[in-house]
């Protein structure tokens, strides 16, 4: 007797976004999410927001603290949110290297994209493993917390109360990206390190135009 096929795992091979776990969803939209990729060290979402999101989104629940408090559960290293409007007149980018994750340390239910702007707190597809000082946005356990991530949603949200149609993109990094002293960098390196860049980066880039944004 043929077995019936046996979906395993929360990467679901139709609509490709992680946490996903329905064998019928083909479409990272169901998710609130208009765009995923998958690159070599960084998993990028898109979103797009405007008025009518707002006020939909959701907290955490126990099914999200616990798909995250896994201790097989992917844990970036890195991460980033970007936002733009339409003429990119309005538009912001923030990162963070998140401290490594410990034994007794219990990562919170980070929205990829904020419950402010209509990110749900109940979908894995929307949830990552956020060092808990980051993704709170005042203080924790008795001290000041940073600021960064949190400062980044209430600009998103902003731009939308303001009228503007938002894109968000948020990027989680297996790995955080190599960061170079320009002091150290001979001049034959630095032409050696952009001939590298150039002919490696145009088919494997991990920057997408259309989550551009300035640091803050």
């Given at each position: 007797?043929?077995?019936?096929?046996?979906?395993?795992?929360?990467?679901?091979?139709?609509?490709?976004?992680?946490?996903?776990?329905?064998?019928?969803?083909?479409?990272?939209?169901?998710?609130?999410?208009?765009?995923?990729?998958?690159?070599?060290?960084?998993?990028?979402?898109?979103?797009e927001r405007d008025k009518k999101d707002l006020g939909k989104g959701s907290g955490t629940s126990k099914k999200t603290r616990d798909y995250v408090q896994d201790p097989n559960s992917f844990y970036p290293e890195e991460?980033?949110?970007?936002?733009?409007?339409?003429?990119?007149?309005?538009?912001?980018?923030?990162?963070?290297?998140?401290?490594?994750?410990?034994?007794?340390?219990?990562?919170?239910?980070?929205?990829?994209?904020?419950?402010?702007?209509?990110?749900?707190?109940?979908?894995?597809?929307?949830?990552?493993?956020?060092?808990?000082?980051?993704?709170?946005?005042?203080?924790?356990?008795?001290?000041?917390?940073?600021?960064?991530?949190?400062?980044?949603?209430?600009?998103?949200?902003?731009?939308?109360?303001?009228?503007?149609?938002?894109?968000?993109?948020?990027?989680?990094?297996?790995?955080?990206?190599?960061?170079?002293?320009?002091?150290?960098?001979?001049d034959e390196d630095h032409r050696n390190f952009m001939k590298y860049w150039y002919y490696s980066r145009r088919d494997h880039d991990d920057h997408d135009p259309s989550g551009g944004g300035i640091m803050t």
């Amino acid at each position: 007797m043929v077995q019936p096929l046996q979906l395993k795992g929360v990467v679901q091979r139709f609509c490709g976004v992680p946490g996903c776990s329905d064998p019928m969803c083909n479409d990272p939209k169901n998710h609130s999410i208009s765009h995923f990729r998958r690159l070599r060290n960084v998993d990028v979402y898109h979103a797009e927001r405007d008025k009518k999101d707002l006020g939909k989104g959701s907290g955490t629940s126990k099914k999200t603290r616990d798909y995250v408090q896994d201790p097989n559960s992917f844990y970036p290293e890195e991460v980033s949110l970007s936002y733009t409007n339409e003429d990119e007149s309005y538009r912001g980018r923030s990162s963070y290297i998140q401290p490594p994750r410990t034994s007794n340390m219990k990562p919170d239910a980070g929205h990829i994209f904020g419950n402010q702007y209509g990110g749900s707190g109940k979908d894995t597809a929307n949830i990552f493993a956020q060092e808990p000082r980051h993704n709170r946005g005042n203080r924790y356990k008795g001290k000041r917390t940073f600021k960064k991530w949190r400062r980044t949603e209430n600009e998103i949200r902003r731009g939308i109360q303001k009228g503007h149609k938002m894109r968000a993109t948020a990027k989680l990094y297996r790995k955080r990206r190599i960061r170079y002293d320009p002091s150290t960098i001979s001049d034959e390196d630095h032409r050696n390190f952009m001939k590298y860049w150039y002919y490696s980066r145009r088919d494997h880039d991990d920057h997408d135009p259309s989550g551009g944004g300035i640091m803050t």
